[in-house]
C-alpha cells in the first residue's frame, strides 16, 4: 500500500526512555503509555504542526468545549511483532476510515491520510522497543480527537487536537464474561451517534453496566432503543451467536459500530466454511435456541481480545449458562485472525499492513 507522505512531522524525543520501569509480564491493559506522542492541531481550518514529542500532559483552557459538549473521537487498534521483528498493523484503512466518518457524525474535521499513518509510523519507529515479540502482545494504539476551542458556546468548535497514544498490552483475558441482555436503558437510538466511536456513547454505558454488576453480570448486550426486543451489541464489542452450527450476528446499522474485528470474524467464518447469517436476531430467537439447546455459543469481537467468548446471560431476571465446548468457533477463529496479524499465516484477505 502506498500513501501519500508529509514530510515535515516535527520530532523531538525523550531524553530517556522508562521502558526499563515497566513490567512486560503484568501489563494491566491501558495503564502505561509508551515514551512519545503524536499530536497536531486543526486551526484556521487546516491541520497544521504535526509532532511527535515526548509523552506528556496537555494544557488547554478549562472552557475548552470537549469538557462542555463531548466533541471526543477515539480509535483503538494495534501493532504487532513478527519472530523476523517486523511491524504489523492490521487493516489499519478501516480505522482511519472510521475516525473520519465519526468525525463527520459530530461535526469535527476530517483529517487527511497522510497525517495519520505517517504520524502513525513517525511514532511507532521511535517506541519500536514498547513492541514485543510473542503471540499475544501488541502495542495498543489509541487515536483521538478533542475539541480545543475555548468558551462555553453550545456550538461545534473551530480548533481540535488529534492525538495518537499508545499503550504495551499482552495477550487480553477480560475475565469469565456473562452478560445481561438490556431491557430497559439503551445504548444508542435509531438516528443517533451509536456507529461513532464517540467518547459519549461509553459515559452513557457505565450506570447501566454498573446496575448490571451488582447482578453479577461484567457487561450488557444492548437491544434496540425502540423495542428492546432485537439484539444489537456489547458496550465495546460487536457480538455472534451460534446456533446450532450457525453464526448470526445482526446488520450494522446507525445504532451499531462497524467493528474491524466484526467483518474480519465473518470473512474467516466463511473462508473456514462456516455458515454465517447477518442478520436482526430477536432475543426470543437467542432464548428459545438456549432452551431447546441449539444455542452453542456467544461471543463478542473486537481489537482488544479479538474475541471473548461469553459464558452466559441473563434477561428480565432469568439466567441462562452456555455449554463447554472442546473446540468453539471462538477459539478456532480467534487463532486463525491473531495468526494473521502476527504473520504467521498466509494473509489471503490482504489485512496486514507492514509498517
Ligand atoms: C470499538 C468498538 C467495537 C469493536 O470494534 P473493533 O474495530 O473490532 O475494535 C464494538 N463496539 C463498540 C461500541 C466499540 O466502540
Given at each position: 500500500?502506498?500513501k ?16 526499563n520501569?515497566?513490567?512486560f509480564?503484568n501489563?494491566?491493559?491501558g495503564?502505561?503509555?509508551t515514551?512519545?506522542?503524536f499530536?497536531c ?5 487546516e ?7 515526548p ?6 483552557d ?17 501493532a ?11 487493516r489499519?484503512d ?25 504520524g502513525?509510523?513517525t511514532?511507532?519507529?521511535l ?19 478533542i475539541?480545543?476551542?475555548?468558551g ?7 480548533a481540535?487536537k ?9 495477550s487480553?483475558?477480560?475475565g ?8 430497559h436503558y ?13 467518547a459519549g ?12 454488576k451488582?447482578e453479577g453480570f461484567?457487561q ?12 444489537e451489541?456489547?458496550g465495546t464489542m460487536?457480538i455472534?451467536?451460534r446456533?446450532n452450527?450457525k ?9 451499531i ?20 447469517e ?5 432475543v426470543?430467537e ?11 455459543e456467544?461471543?463478542?469481537?473486537g481489537t ?16 441462562w449458562?452456555?455449554p463447554?465446548?472442546?473446540s468453539?468457533?471462538?477459539s ?14 498466509e494473509?489471503?484477505f490482504?489485512w496486514r499492513?507492514?509498517?
Amino acid at each position: 500500500m502506498t500513501k501519500e507522505t508529509i514530510q515535515d512531522i516535527h520530532v523531538e524525543k525523550a531524553a530517556s526512555t522508562r521502558i526499563n520501569e515497566v513490567d512486560f509480564n503484568n501489563l494491566t491493559f491501558g495503564s502505561v503509555f509508551t515514551d512519545h506522542m503524536f499530536e497536531c492541531d486543526f486551526k484556521d481550518g487546516e491541520w497544521k504542526n504535526p509532532t511527535v514529542k515526548p509523552y506528556q500532559p496537555l494544557t488547554l483552557d478549562p472552557s475548552a468545549r470537549v469538557f462542555h459538549y463531548g466533541q471526543a473521537v477515539f480509535e483503538g487498534m494495534k501493532a504487532y511483532r513478527d519472530d523476523n521483528d517486523e511491524t504489523w498493523l492490521f487493516r489499519p484503512d478501516e480505522n482511519f476510515n472510521r475516525i473520519n466518518k465519526s468525525c463527520a457524525r459530530l461535526a469535527m474535521p476530517e483529517f487527511p491520510e497522510s497525517y495519520f499513518f505517517d504520524g502513525l509510523k513517525t511514532l511507532l519507529d521511535l517506541d519500536k522497543d514498547w513492541i514485543k515479540k510473542g503471540f499475544g502482545n501488541s502495542l495498543y494504539i489509541r487515536p483521538f480527537v478533542i475539541a480545543t476551542q475555548s468558551g462555553v458556546m453550545a456550538s461545534p468548535a473551530n480548533a481540535y487536537k488529534f492525538i495518537i497514544i499508545c499503550s504495551p498490552a499482552q495477550s487480553y483475558y477480560g475475565g469469565e464474561v456473562r452478560v445481561k441482555i438490556a431491557d430497559h436503558y439503551s445504548r444508542a437510538a435509531s438516528g443517533g451517534f451509536g456507529y461513532a466511536k464517540a467518547a459519549g456513547n461509553y459515559a452513557g454505558q457505565f450506570y447501566p453496566t454498573n446496575l448490571a454488576k451488582e447482578e453479577g453480570f461484567q457487561q450488557v448486550i444492548w437491544t434496540d432503543a425502540n423495542t428492546h426486543e432485537y439484539l444489537e451489541e456489547a458496550g465495546t464489542m460487536n457480538i455472534f451467536f451460534r446456533i446450532n452450527d450457525k453464526l448470526v450476528t445482526c446488520p450494522i446499522s446507525d445504532c451499531i459500530l462497524d467493528g474491524v474485528t466484526r467483518k474480519s470474524v465473518i470473512d474467516m467464518a466463511k473462508d473456514m466454511g462456516i455458515e454465517v447469517e447477518v442478520r436482526p436476531i430477536k432475543v426470543k430467537e437467542v432464548i428459545e435456541a438456549a432452551e431447546n439447546d441449539s444455542l452453542k455459543e456467544i461471543f463478542g469481537s473486537g481489537t482488544a481480545a479479538v474475541i471473548t467468548p461469553i459464558l452466559g446471560f441473563g434477561y428480565k431476571g432469568d439466567k441462562w449458562e452456555l455449554p463447554k465446548l472442546d473446540s468453539p468457533y471462538a477459539s478456532q477463529i480467534k487463532n486463525k485472525i491473531m495468526e494473521i496479524q502476527y504473520n504467521k499465516a498466509e494473509d489471503k484477505f490482504g489485512w496486514r499492513y507492514k509498517l
